[in-house]
Nanobody, 127 residues
Framework: QVQLVESGGGSVQTGGSLRLSCTAS????????MGWFRQAPGKEREGVST???????TGYADSVKDRFTLTQRAKNTVYLQMNSLKPEDTGMYYC?????????????????????WGQGTQVTVSS
């Protein structure tokens, strides 16, 4: 059973920065897709950024490009560096993972094809 442990959420003012981290355990074979998804109150869950741990390939939502950066350490820990935060970035951020499948990208608009989920960490950006 894969377990995901997240950390790093918090409250900042507009323009501030936060770094989220996620460590996966219990997955012992093959490569994974790992990603961050967020959900604001009253809104649908949306993809923020994903990474293919085998080659480090990343994807980003248009709303966070050039502000957020997703990196990895080894193949089981990812970091989401969030800069120039805006109030619209506020929400619960969830780390998710699934096995990497050939010829299938890791990016997901909603995370519906991700199998494993963390508990979530709150990010609040005040104006």
């Amino acid at each position: 059973q894969v377990q995901l442990v997240e950390s790093g959420g918090g409250s900042v003012q507009t323009g501030g920065s936060l770094r989220l981290s996620c460590t996966a355990s219990g997955y012992t074979t093959g490569d994974m897709c790992m990603g961050w998804f967020r959900q604001a109150p009253g809104k649908e869950r949306e993809g923020v950024s994903t990474i293919r741990t085998g080659n480090g390939g990343t994807g980003y939502a248009d709303s966070v490009k050039d502000r957020f950066t997703l990196t990895q350490r080894a193949k089981n820990t990812v970091y989401l560096q969030m800069n120039s935060l805006k109030p619209e970035d506020t929400g619960m951020y969830y780390c998710a993972a699934r096995p990497d499948v050939p010829f299938r990208g890791c990016w997901s608009e909603s995370g519906s094809n991700y199998d494993y989920w963390g508990q979530g960490t709150q990010v609040t950006v005040s104006s």
